[in-house]
C-alpha cells in the first residue's frame, strides 16, 4: 500500500474512532449520575441580583432583642457579583450570635459532598450550585425564614458561594439577607474556628 | 522490525494507553471539578460548549486508552491522543504565559492545575512530560502497535 494511502487509512481510521469516541462520551455523561448537563450555564452572568430582589441594604428588624443580626449588615465591598462580602470578623460573630441557634442565621456551604463532609462550619446546610435539585428543597426553607444567610466555600478564587447565592435569589430569597465570607472555610479553619465533620446536617441544631 | 523494537513499542503503547485511562477516570469521576478547570483557560465561552468538552473529553481519552491497551487500531488512536497532547500543550503554555505576564513569577515557577489529571504541577515540568508523551504517540502512530504486526504495512 502507498504510503498516501497508508495515510489516508489512517486517518479514515482515526475520525471514525474520534466520531465514535465522541459518542461513547455523551452516552457515558447521560448515564453518569455525575454527568452534566450539557445545555446548563452553570457559571451565570457576572451581573449583580435584579433591583427588584435586593431589597433594603440593611436587613429587616427581628422581633427578638437586638444582636449581630441586626449590626452585621456591612455596607461594605461587593463581590465579582454584586453579593455583600463579610469578613471574618462578621462571620464569626454572626455564628456566636443567638440567633444562629434560632435559625434566624443561617450558613450554607456552597461545596460538593466530599468537600463538606471533610469540614463545614457546625450546623452549616450544604447546597451545592452543581447538583442543586439535590439540596435545594431543604435549604430553601431554612433560607427564606432565616433573617441572615451567610454562604461561603472555599475562598480565595472560589465562586461557589455566588453561584449558590444567585441560585437562592432567582428562587426567590432576598439578595439582602445573603453575605458572602470571602475567606471561606480556609480562613475559618486558618482563625482556629470548630469544624463539624460528615454527612449533611440540613436543619439540624447546630453544635454549640 | 526488529523483536526489540516491535516490544518497546508495544510496551509504549500499553503504558500510554493505561496513562489515557487513568487521566481520564480521574477527570470522568469529578466533571464539575474538571469543568471549571476548562473554564479557566478561558477560551470556550458559550455553556453548551464548555459543558461539551468538560463532559465528553475524559470520556474520551479513556475510549482511546482503551484501544492503545488492546492494541486495536492503535495508529488512530495514538494519532488522536497525539493532536490532542498538541492541543492541551499550547493552551497550558498560553496560560502559563499569561501568568507570567501579570504577576512576573519566574516562568518555570508557574504552577497551576492544568486539568490534565494531575493536579497542580510545575508548568515546566508539565511541558516535559507532555513532550515525552507526544513522542510515545507520535512513535506509535509512526511504528504501528508493536506485537506480530508491527512495521507490516496495513
Known sequence: ?208 | MKPIHRHVVAIARVALGALFIYLGAVKAYDPVGFLKLVRQFDVLHAPSSLNFVAAVLPWFEIFCGVFLVVGIKARAAALLQLLLLIGFTVLVALRAAAIYRAGGTPFCSIRFDCGCGTGEVLICFKFVENTALMLLSAMVVVAGGGGATAGKQP
Open chain 1, 1 to 208: 500500500m502507498s504510503t498516501r494511502s497508508a495515510a489516508m487509512k489512517l486517518a479514515r481510521e482515526s475520525i471514525v474512532i474520534a466520531v465514535a469516541g465522541v459518542v461513547c462520551g455523551l452516552l457515558a455523561n447521560w448515564v453518569s449520575p455525575r454527568g452534566l448537563a450539557l445545555g446548563r450555564d452553570y457559571f451565570g452572568p457576572l451581573s449583580p441580583p435584579a433591583a427588584g430582589s435586593r431589597g433594603s441594604k440593611s436587613p429587616a428588624a427581628p422581633a427578638a432583642a437586638p444582636s449581630a443580626v441586626q449590626d452585621a449588615s456591612p455596607a461594605g465591598k461587593r463581590s465579582k457579583r454584586g453579593f455583600t462580602l463579610a469578613s471574618h470578623d462578621q462571620v464569626a460573630a454572626l455564628f456566636r450570635d443567638p440567633g444562629r441557634a434560632e435559625q434566624r442565621i443561617v450558613f450554607i456551604d456552597a461545596r460538593d459532598d466530599a468537600h463538606y463532609a471533610a469540614g463545614h462550619i457546625p450546623g452549616a446546610c450544604q447546597l451545592d450550585h452543581y447538583r442543586l435539585d439535590r439540596y435545594i428543597a431543604d435549604v430553601l426553607g431554612a433560607s427564606q425564614l432565616a433573617e441572615r444567610i451567610v454562604v461561603y466555600c472555599n475562598g480565595g478564587n472560589c465562586e461557589d458561594s455566588e453561584l449558590a447565592s444567585q441560585d437562592l435569589v432567582a428562587l426567590g430569597v432576598p439578595e439582602s439577607k445573603l453575605l458572602i465570607y470571602a475567606g471561606g472555610i480556609t480562613e475559618w479553619k486558618q482563625h482556629g474556628m470548630p469544624v463539624e465533620t460528615g454527612a449533611r446536617g440540613i436543619g439540624k441544631s447546630p453544635t454549640p
